[in-house]
Structure formats: structure tokens, C-alpha cells
């Protein structure tokens, strides 16, 4: 039989490559495979490699996950995202061709992302290039069995085309409100996809803005939030990075950028950026959240990126930290985080002029019931405070300060204070912060268990003000002892609350000739609202980040140590008895009574043993 010189036509080659199935391969890996990097797109040119940023191999892998619909990405700025579309994009192209739209904040820039970034993937990559139509308009491209739409969103003609199963959406808190007179552009967009509501993919990438921006509010909602975990080198704890774990030595950014290294949130040891790297290449997305898949979000901060070192984040930090503008740009383009809007706070110029009392430094209130102490536990040093209560927890700061050893908190505790008639007070107990150095806060209480009690602040609220369980160490010297977790939420309410309150209705006083630093950190915080799985929760955070808020903890800790010793509790008849300090410190208390649920460990010398200073 002759040969015959037919061939098949190019229309049809095209429609049975629109009716191949999807290959089997996930983005990342047709990426690893396919994807090559134009030296004019970027500073690493050369085939694609998910290893270099292995932080987004799940995310771009959820394209290919048939029970995802729509992936949310929180991000900080140039960390990938526009690669994560791009790869997205080669692989539909490539392995399950059909129609998509990739929507930009205004037409301009997608006229321009389509020239200096799209059309040089197609270039260098023969995969995309061997499917792709040389005659294609800028806006529009035509592939073997798709095209890919590039619209603006202030351009509502760009957004009421035709059915698209692909929506790309980059930087949707930068969209406009409005597409001209029309629906919100990210509305008009999802409704093209409503002919596909079996399979569409849709793919939200942003840096946040503030709370109530979309893509903030789109993460909130999401069935399944994932964050980044990473495992400590030393202990093997797993946790996300967060920058109040980011260090430095010095004032200002070069000494910052020069010594900056980060803190394990549990076993304290220090991490360095060769470390860092290695633990994001083992790191994995873990869900914070589960309800589902088929709305899927992935939010991270600029930790993650191979290219930022360590120094380069607290640099920018304190570059910024002092011009809101500049912040809000920190905490949304290195964070990812949106800008959080205050709902309660107070100024440290407020306590210097309105809250110094007459009485001087050391000097107690004549009055007092109690004297209660405060220790903040650092690495290097300790923050501490010793607070005077009087009748309706009316209080007066007699002294704070830093101290760099155990055995100087153990002289300033131990130290007799004198009001002006010759009076004199002691220290009737501490509240010593276990969150740094566990171990040797428990086994410092242990010893000096008459006057110091280890405390530690609760990462969400109580159902009341403190509770008490027993330390469980096997050997330790401090196991059957009770530790407090302490409400920090409530006693920074109250503060606050105190702080506008006078001398007879438990006003909260510092002494005079207060030093500023003081009344920063006081004043470190503020009261602000959030939405928290799925509902708005009124939590306190630092005002700006990497503040220091030490003698805020202290004051915490002083206050629930007044609680300990029953102050609240007082009758009329114990508060005469104040005439006598140590009749006082002996009187019958009305807390911490041992219950059935927290039985008395056996041991002689324990909370509750009668030479204590706080309790008999």
C-alpha cells in the first residue's frame, strides 16, 4: 500500500490537546521541570528549583488537589508570590488547558506584568512556547486549547468577558472598591467562574493592608488556615517565626542589623541565619485551623525568604518604628500582617503628669496593707517592681529597677521600706515570671517558698483571675509546688481601668520623680480588637512591635500576687491592723485554700506553711 503524505491538521491536533486529561504531575514538580528563569525577571536565572523556596510547594501544589477551589495567600512583599501565579498559570497551559483570567489592581500594570514577566516564561520555557500564539494580543493570549485573559481591575470591560474556569487574582488589597459603577472587581471576577463550579481553581495572592481588607477578612473565613512550622535545632519544638523572638543588641539599625539573632519561644537557645535556612527547607505548613478544603488559606512573613537575613528584618524595624507610615509598611510588607486599628491604650505623658503621687522613691504610703513584688525573668538581666496596696486596692509604685543576679532580687525583696512615721514593710510576696529560665525560677521559689511564688502569664483568658496547678518535675526540689498562671489579660484591664481612677476608688499611682522608661513600658500596650476563629476578640499588643513592656509584666504579676494574699478579701478589721505590718502579713487569709483537685504535696515547707510572709 503507497504511503500517504497526509497529515493531520493543525485544529485538530489543538482539540485533542484540549481533551487530554491532566497529567499526573503537581505544579511544583512540572516547575522543576519546565519552568526556566529569564535573567531580565530575575537575579537567579537557570532552571526553576521549589527547593530554593520550599515554602511554597504546598501552596502551588493546592492547584492541583481536586477538593480545592480557592487558595488564599497572605504574604509579605518579594517572597515568590507572583511566581506561585506564574507556575500556575505554565502548568494549566501545559497539563489542563482552559480558559483563565489573571486580574492585576489596574489594567496598566497588567499590560506590563504581561510584557516584562509572562511573555518571557513563554520565551524561555519551549513547553509553553511550543503551545503558545506568536499573534496574540498583549491582554489576551492564545494557547492550544486556552487563553489566558489579563484584566485590569478599575476596568470593568476586562472583568464581563467570557466564562473562565482559571482566576488569578495579584494583589486584591490594592483593588479598587469599585470597578467603575459596578460590583466590587473581585466580585465581577469570581462571577465568571460560575460555569465551572466543579472545577475552577480560584488563587487570591496579597500582601494585607488593614483587618477589614480582603484579603485579611478572606483568610479569616477560610475552611483550612495553614502556617509555616519550622523545628528547633536544640529542643525539636515546633513553631512559626515571629518577630518579638527576633533580637539585637543596641540602639540603632546598623548595631541592630549587625548582632540580630533569633530566640527559641521554648528552650531559649539562639539561631542564626545558617540555621535558619536549614530549618526552612525541613519546615512544613501545618493547619491552625480545619474545617475542610475547598477554601484553603496559607499566611507567612518575610522569615521565610532565602534572601532576608536576620539582621536585614530587625534593620528595617528600626528604621521604621517611629514613623507610623513607615510601620504600617513593616508590619504589612515584612510581616504580612495587616495594621491593627486601637480600641483601648494610654500615653506614657498621661502617667508622668497625672499619676505621680507625693510620696517619694522606697517611701510607703501611710496606710498600706501590703507590699507585693513583680519579677520579669530575661536572659540577661530581670526587670522587677514592688507595689503598696491600700483599702480598694488603691496602689502606689514604691520602686522598680533591673537587677543581673538571683541574689540581688533576693536583697531587694528581703528589704525593709519605711513610710514617713518610721513604719516598716516588707515585701509579703513576689510573683517571679517561669516563661525564660524555668527551671531556675522553680527551684529560686523553692527555696525562698515563704516569699516567692513562680508565676506565668496565660496565652488565652481564664475563667478567673489565676489558677493554680502543681509543677510536675520529678527530682526538682520545686515538684508538688503550685504554679500560677496568671489572666494578663485582666490585670492590664485593670490597670488601665485604675489608671483613671482617684486615691479613695483604687486609683493606680506611680511614685514621684518617675523616670520615663518606666512609663513607656507601662504604656507599651494597647487594647485592640480582632477576629479570632471566626469571631471578633478584644486581646492587648504591644504598639509597636519590639517594644519593650517589662515593667508592664511586673506590674501584672504584682498585682495577682496582691490577689494571692487575699487583699480583696480584707475586712475593716484587718485593715486597722495595718498599724502593724507584720500583723498584717500574719492575718488569716481567705485564697488558695488546698482543694481535692489540688491535694498538698506532704512536703513540711509549702505554700501554706505558717512562717510564710503571705500566708499561714
Not at 519552568?35 to 528549583?49: V, Y
Not at 473562565?164 to 467603575?180: C, H, M, Q, T, W
Not at 531559649?268 to 535558619?276: A, E, M, P, S, T
Request: proline residues 6%; charged residues 25%; hydrophobic residues 35%.
Amino acid at each position: 500500500m503507497p504511503k500517504s503524505n497526509w497529515t493531520v491538521p493543525d485544529w485538530i491536533v489543538e482539540a485533542l490537546s484540549a481533551l487530554r486529561p491532566p497529567g499526573k504531575m503537581t505544579v511544583s514538580e512540572w516547575a522543576d521541570k519546565y519552568r526556566i528563569l529569564d535573567s531580565r525577571t530575575s537575579a537567579l536565572p537557570g532552571r526553576w528549583r521549589t527547593d530554593y523556596t520550599p515554602y511554597l510547594r504546598s501552596i502551588m501544589n493546592a492547584f492541583t488537589d481536586h477538593e480545592v477551589e480557592e487558595i488564599i495567600v497572605v504574604k509579605p512583599t518579594q517572597v515568590g508570590g507572583t511566581e506561585v501565579i506564574l507556575n500556575m498559570m505554565g502548568y494549566a497551559i501545559s497539563q489542563d488547558p482552559s480558559s483563565a483570567m489573571v486580574v492585576y489592581p489596574t489594567d496598566t500594570l497588567g499590560e506590563s506584568i504581561s510584557q516584562n514577566r509572562i511573555q518571557p516564561m513563554i520565551d524561555t520555557c519551549p513547553e509553553l512556547r511550543n503551545r503558545y500564539d506568536p499573534n496574540s494580543k498583549r491582554l489576551e493570549l492564545q494557547f492550544a486549547g486556552m487563553y489566558l485573559a489579563i484584566a485590569g481591575a478599575n476596568s470593568p470591560s476586562s472583568l464581563a468577558s467570557r466564562p473562565i474556569r482559571f482566576l488569578f487574582l495579584d494583589e486584591v488589597d490594592k483593588y479598587p472598591s469599585n470597578a467603575g459603577k459596578e460590583a466590587s472587581p473581585r466580585a465581577l471576577a469570581k462571577e465568571r467562574t460560575k460555569a465551572y463550579s466543579n472545577s475552577r481553581k480560584i488563587v487570591e495572592v496579597s500582601t494585607p493592608t488593614f483587618e477589614d481588607a480582603p484579603i485579611w477578612q478572606d483568610w479569616l473565613s477560610a475552611d483550612t488556615q495553614y502556617r509555616y512550622y519550622v523545628t528547633c535545632p536544640d529542643c525539636g519544638d515546633k513553631w512559626t517565626f515571629k518577630f518579638k523572638q527576633l533580637k539585637w543588641e543596641g540602639e540603632t539599625p546598623e548595631e541592630a542589623r549587625n548582632t540580630a539573632f533569633y530566640v527559641c519561644e521554648n528552650c531559649g537557645c539562639l539561631i542564626k541565619d545558617n540555621q535558619k535556612t536549614e530549618m526552612i527547607k525541613q519546615g512544613e505548613w501545618l493547619p491552625i485551623k480545619e474545617n475542610g478544603k475547598r477554601r484553603v488559606a496559607y499566611q507567612f512573613n518575610t522569615f521565610l525568604s532565602p534572601t532576608i537575613r536576620l539582621g536585614d528584618i530587625a534593620y528595617e524595624f528600626m528604621n521604621s518604628k517611629h514613623i507610623p507610615e513607615l510601620l504600617q509598611n513593616f508590619i504589612n510588607s515584612w510581616l504580612g500582617e495587616p495594621y491593627k486599628q486601637i480600641e483601648g491604650a494610654v500615653e506614657a505623658e498621661y502617667l508622668l503628669k497625672e499619676r505621680q503621687s507625693a510620696y517619694q522613691e522606697y517611701e510607703v504610703p501611710p496606710g498600706t496593707l501590703m507590699l507585693t513584688g513583680g519579677v520579669d525573668v530575661q536572659k540577661k538581666c530581670f526587670y522587677w517592681t514592688i507595689r503598696a496596696w491600700m483599702p480598694n486596692m488603691t496602689s502606689y509604685n514604691l520602686a522598680h529597677g533591673k537587677a543581673y543576679s538571683w541574689q540581688e532580687i533576693s536583697n531587694i525583696m528581703n528589704s525593709w521600706f519605711a513610710d514617713r512615721n518610721g513604719k516598716r514593710y516588707m515585701v509579703n510576696l513576689a510573683a517571679i515570671d517561669s516563661g525564660d529560665q524555668t527551671d531556675d525560677v522553680y527551684n529560686y521559689c523553692a527555696i525562698n517558698r515563704e516569699w516567692a511564688v513562680p508565676v506565668k502569664g496565660a496565652s488565652n483568658p481564664l475563667d478567673g483571675k489565676y489558677r493554680l496547678t502543681r509543677i510536675d518535675k520529678i527530682g526538682s526540689i520545686a515538684s508538688g509546688m503550685l504554679l500560677c498562671f496568671v489572666d494578663t489579660g485582666y490585670y492590664k484591664d485593670m490597670i488601665l481601668g485604675r489608671l483613671h481612677a482617684d486615691a479613695d476608688h483604687g486609683g493606680w499611682y506611680l511614685h514621684d520623680n518617675c523616670d520615663p522608661g518606666y512609663a513607656e513600658m507601662i504604656c507599651s500596650e494597647q487594647k485592640v480588637t480582632e477576629r479570632f476563629r471566626g469571631r471578633l476578640v478584644s486581646r492587648w499588643k504591644t504598639k509597636q512591635i519590639g517594644a519593650d513592656n517589662h515593667y508592664l509584666d511586673c506590674e501584672v504579676y504584682a498585682a495577682c500576687a496582691a490577689d494571692l494574699c487575699g487583699l480583696r478579701t480584707f475586712s475593716a478589721e484587718q485593715a486597722q491592723q495595718s498599724e502593724n505590718p507584720q500583723a498584717v502579713a500574719e492575718a488569716p487569709q481567705q485564697t488558695m485554700q488546698p482543694t481535692a483537685e489540688l491535694p498538698m504535696t506532704g512536703q513540711k515547707q509549702g505554700y501554706f506553711k505558717k512562717k510564710s510572709r503571705w500566708r499561714r
